[in-house]
């Protein structure tokens, strides 16, 4: 597994697919972080998170939407996204401890 994933927050998928917060590395700064959005799929409007538990915190309680997916890649039948707890898209999540 790719050590860009966490398995501290775990979304469950409304097919039933598991999802994990992925880091992005930007690609501007070179910098490796958790890509979080309040409105949408820009960078003007996204924060980068290093730290694991600001990211969760900031899903959790302050409805960012996370980048997200399969621990299968995209590339052979997973899936990946922007994702927020209150949306359709996603119909639970689970928090794991480290």
Known sequence: MSERITRK?????????LLYPVRIKNRDTGRIAFRL??????????IEVEDTQVMVDKVLNENYMVRARTLEPASRGGIQGLYRLKERSIRDYRIHCD
């Open 37 to 46: 959005s309040r409105l949408g799929n820009t960078k003007d409007d996204s």
């Open 9 to 17: 927050l775990e979304l469950v998928n409304s097919s039933g697919a």
